[in-house]
């Protein structure tokens, strides 16, 4: 079990309905070519999945940001650290 204190605590039950929301949307992607559905429909659903997923990234970096980030630059827990740790992360998040 991680022992860190998640700053998303508050936000939790929001970011699991946005995370259910994209299963689902998934599960209709699937469905849709298993019954051979038009090439443009499918794409367009996954660029609507492509953006919920980062909508849900952005939520966590957000929240990260101003309560983990803030919290050790503040109490001088190694802020240099959770920012280059902060910067890793949107290096990733944001390749192609």
């Known amino acids: 079990m991680n022992e860190h204190n998640h700053s998303y605590g508050s936000n939790k039950s929001n970011l699991l309905s946005r995370l259910k929301r994209i299963e689902g949307q998934v599960r209709g992607i699937q469905k849709m070519i298993e019954e051979d559905r038009y090439c443009v429909d499918i794409i ?53």
Request: include cysteine.
């Open 44 to 96: 367009t659903q996954l660029a609507a999945v492509k953006s919920a997923t980062h909508q849900v990234a952005l939520n966590l970096l957000d929240s990260h940001a101003h309560h983990c980030v803030k919290e050790a630059i503040t109490h001088g827990n190694d802020g240099e650290a959770k920012i280059e740790e902060l910067m890793d992360v949107v290096r990733k998040f944001t390749k192609g």
